[in-house]
């Protein structure tokens, strides 16, 4: 073993039973059957801690070599997330007028998206993720690698909305093409790629779903099984 590997205990699991295991793994399969993406939010707070937790629950993602290669920008500031919305909007109407081709725009019809996104407003909290594609040493300025990036980041991502929707808040991902007006109006540094803006909060009292979104494909035809 290298010379700087060093081990703690492991705590373990619960030492549930095979029904046990079971009847947990359909109650948490209920509660995701209820994830829905939403995009009609109410502007009812939510505390700061809910958002912290879950944040911390996606700093939890498996990562490559442990570099976790993240950061989490949660904006509740007004007139930010006023910026964010303007300058994404800018992006859309370009996105909607033609720039995605008219296959991506046909599939995107049952959903029922448009330019307009006033729930980058509406919605208490915003957090936009950030990939680190390396980091920096504080103190040296050195360049710190980073591996398997976009697949941690996305784990962490998938951490962050399940942790959300747990608490019973309602999410939207939104990745306007390009995203570098993130990184300029937030303040990051270029070593850093925004990935997308997870929209956060309840949902309004006349909140729907288009009903396309419920058509998800069967476990046969995600699946494959060698037993």
Known sequence: MPANYKVVPFLGLPNYSPAEM??????????????????????KPVEREIIENAVRTAGLAPS?????????????????????????EVEEKEFYAGKAGQQWLKDLEPLGT???KPFLEIAPYLIVVFQQNYDVDQETGDKIKHYYIQESVGLACGFLITALHNAGLGTLTHTPSPMGFLRDILGRPKHEKPVMIIVTGHPAEDASVPEEALNKKDLDVTTSWFE
């Open 114 to 116: 448009d330019p307009d």
């Open 22 to 43: 079971e009847t947990r793994s359909d109650d948490f399969l209920q509660l995701m059957l209820g994830r829905r993406t939403i995009r009609d939010f109410s502007s």
């Open 64 to 88: 490559g070599a442990n570099r976790q290669p993240w950061h989490f920008v949660i904006i509740s500031n007004p007139e930010l997330k006023r910026k964010i919305r303007d300058a994404a």
